[in-house]
């Protein structure tokens, strides 16, 4: 009898271990599923990321695209990156500037923390200093908004190319204060978001558009 019981244990402790090996061998091969494309097991491809950001059937594609890179690239939230991508194509059209540039200016200024704030209070994702800029704000201005803050920013760096005259380097330069090195910081992050959101080279270096009347 304590022979049979014996056995008896062992089968069950057996097909605990079978068990428990199948479970391991199927989370496996769900997460492979997940990671690869089922029919070839290649990675899933940029183009599904992108389709995966779209907050709604009516978003841009252009907007998806920004989102998708803020995304991939910053790692910002998925709702947050398609708040700032449509912040910043509003702002692009609407003072006609490349997004490129925004986006380029933006990286530089806070990393797309719209929470960020300066030593010297300046504040949210295009870093505006409230105090230097008195006739763009109005009362109640939420400058953690992303709409906001890239309108007033975008607002501010138009004023400077025109005041320039085009002059994308004396306009940023003036953005940031007189910043060393500000100029060619944002430069390199336009040559990113070009490649990134295949942005054709002389589009990308058209960023001081003369604006219609």
């Known amino acids: 009898m304590h022979e049979y019981q014996s056995k008896k244990s062992?089968?069950?402790l057996y097909a605990k271990f079978v068990l428990c090996a199948f479970s391991l061998m199927?989370?496996?091969a769900a997460y492979a599923t997940d990671a690869s494309d089922a029919t070839n097991g290649q990675p899933v491809p940029d183009v599904q990321i992108s389709a995966s950001i779209e907050s709604s059937p009516s978003e841009s594609p252009q907007v998806a695209n920004v989102a998708a890179v803020l995304w991939r690239q910053f790692?910002?939230?998925?709702?947050?990156?398609?708040?700032?991508?449509?912040?910043?194509i509003s702002a692009a059209n609407e003072y006609a500037m490349s997004p490129v540039l925004l986006l380029a200016v933006?990286?530089?200024?806070?990393?797309?923390?719209?929470?960020?704030?300066?030593v010297a209070g300046a504040q949210g994702l295009m870093q505006i200093l409230p105090a230097a800029h008195?006739?763009?704000f109005a009362s109640g201005n939420d400058m953690t908004e992303p709409a906001e803050n890239v309108r007033?920013?975008?607002s501010i760096l138009r004023e400077y190319l025109d005041a320039s005259g085009g002059d994308l380097g004396v306009a940023l330069?003036?953005?940031s204060g007189g910043g060393k090195?500000?100029?060619?910081?944002v430069a390199f992050r336009m040559k990113q978001f070009s490649a990134s959101l295949k942005t054709p080279p002389d589009d990308a270096a058209k960023v001081a558009l003369v604006r219609s009347p």
Not at 79 to 87: K, S, V, W
């Open 173 to 175: 330069k003036r953005y």
């Open 181 to 185: 090195g500000y100029a060619q910081r």
């Open 75 to 88: 790692r910002v939230a998925r709702q947050e990156a398609t708040l700032i991508a449509r912040a910043v």
């Open 26 to 28: 199927a989370a496996s």
């Open 106 to 118: 933006i990286a530089t200024e806070s990393g797309f923390d719209r929470q960020a704030v300066s």
């Open 152 to 154: 007033i920013g975008s």
């Open 134 to 136: 008195p006739q763009v």
């Open 10 to 12: 062992r089968r069950r």
